[in-house]
């Protein structure tokens, strides 16, 4: 096969491949005789088809098969073989003239191919580039111990109802007529739950202030919770639609409230959270926390970091000259279903993604960065254990860990972006020890505020 590849401006090409009869006459005999060993034509024994009747009912169809394989093949070898840096896949040529497959060889392909633009990228001690340290002060371990602790609380009965504390009151819920009557066949519930400091409406959340066990309440669900039929069917037990009707006063006599109290900050909190012994103290707590926050801040400056990162090597590289009409081909030819429209919107952003893309390659190449099996599962794992902590499931054992993220791993979705992220950490990591780090000490209400701009 004869293969020409045309790129007079560096990122427009071109690739003309002639396919002669020998390229690929001896597959479609091959794969014909298959078929006729498989054939089942009424009338003949299976093998004994008249090789004729294969080629007429087959012929066509095979050659095309095999020829498009040869193509790929061939084309994906010449461009491996050549660097071709590729961008998205070939596309037939505008100017392709129809080919003739039922006609005599040779046969001429031709498609144009996206090639990335040339720019050379490098980082290395005299590259000076901001990385910022959150602070971590007392009122962050303050909050995550109150967390902690509320996590790690129980709800206890009390006499009295109180609002600040958001207790839950249980009682039993009875319509009234306009009287203030119970109503013959009225809705009634029974234990009905309630968190009255929900309630939107300032006087009918005042109904139950001071409330008792005991007590007989007054009110009207659908004043307390006037666009919100979900919660009145809710609460009622009823349907949402039946609940659109109701606008009638009830009474409600609580039999239970229920207080959830904060556990205390003792050598239990420390064993449910970090397991048996491994923590003594209430300084030794905090400091554990702190330094899981510090590890936690760590990432997200890391994270800031690959930013800046990638905003300094745009800027170095400059602007870069793409095969606009190649890539937006590709583009629609990856989104049919969304049309033109949809490429000519997301382009810019696309190309600006690309462009990322093709500096880290070279970042990735330059630090000799290669992510191994061991390497993914790590990343998964460090996933699996930051989604615990939010949870303030700080514990979870190593097995556990790695069953999870094995089962993440099972999903096609996920593996791509976990791979990614191997990638940038061992990225990072690298970057951090070969360029000058401009190192600031910010605060988290500062950092947020620079994330935001």
């Not at 009869?21 to 298959?34: I, P, Q, R, S, Y």
């Not at 839950?168 to 009255?196: R, W």
Request: charged share 35%.
């Amino acid at each position: 096969m004869k293969i020409q590849f045309e790129n007079p401006d560096k990122v427009n090409g071109l690739m003309t491949l002639t396919v002669e009869e020998a390229d690929f006459k001896e597959n479609v005999e091959k794969t014909l005789k298959d078929y006729r060993k498989k054939a089942n034509v009424p009338g003949f024994r299976p093998g004994m088809v008249p090789m004729g009747l294969i080629k007429r009912q087959f012929g066509a169809s095979v050659k095309v098969d095999v020829i498009n394989k040869v193509l790929g093949e061939e084309m994906y070898k010449y461009i491996r073989e050549n660097n071709i840096q590729m961008l998205g896949e070939p596309l037939p040529a505008e100017n392709q003239e129809p080919v003739d497959i039922e006609g005599e060889a040779p046969y001429v392909f031709k498609f144009d191919v996206a090639v990335a633009p040339e720019f050379k990228i490098e980082l290395n001690g005299k590259n000076k580039i901001d990385y910022y340290t959150i602070e971590v002060d007392d009122k962050m371990i303050d909050q995550q111990v109150d967390m902690l602790a509320s996590r790690a609380g129980h709800s206890e009965k009390v006499e009295e109802y109180d609002g600040e504390q958001r207790d839950m009151l249980k009682g039993d819920l009875k319509e009234l007529d306009a009287e203030g009557n119970v109503k013959e066949d009225g809705i009634q519930v029974e234990n009905a739950s309630m968190l009255p400091s929900y309630i939107k409406v300032e006087d009918q959340k005042k109904l139950f202030d001071g409330a008792k066990t005991g007590s007989v309440i007054t009110f009207n669900p659908r004043k307390a919770y006037p666009d919100n039929d979900s919660e009145v069917a809710s609460l009622l037990k009823i349907d949402r639609e039946k609940a659109k009707d109701v606008d009638a006063d009830f009474s409600y006599l609580v039999t239970e409230i229920s207080r959830y109290v904060k556990a205390d900050v003792n050598q239990q909190l420390f064993d449910q959270v970090y397991g048996e012994g491994a923590v003594k103290s209430e300084d030794e707590f905090r400091a554990r926390i702190a330094d899981e926050i510090k590890a936690q801040f760590a990432v997200d400056s890391d994270y800031r970091f690959l930013l800046d990162v990638r905003k300094y090597c745009e800027e170095k590289v400059g602007e870069l000259t793409f095969p606009d009409a190649i890539l937006k081909r590709v583009m629609l030819n990856n989104n049919k279903d969304k049309g033109m429209d949809f490429v000519e919107k997301n382009y810019e952003q696309s190309i600006k993604e690309l462009t990322w893309h093709l500096i880290k390659e070279q970042l990735v190449a330059a630090n000799d960065i290669k992510v191994e099996q061991n390497d993914v599962m790590e990343a998964a794992k460090s996933a699996a254990r930051a989604q615990f902590a939010q949870y303030g499931m700080n514990n979870i054992p190593e097995e556990y860990l790695e069953n999870y993220a094995k089962e993440m791993m099972k999903k096609e979705d996920n593996v791509q972006g976990i791979v990614d992220r191997s990638i940038d950490q061992k990225l990072i990591a690298a970057l951090k020890n070969t360029v000058k780090l401009n190192e600031k000490s910010i605060s988290l209400d500062e950092f947020n505020k620079l994330m935001g701009a």
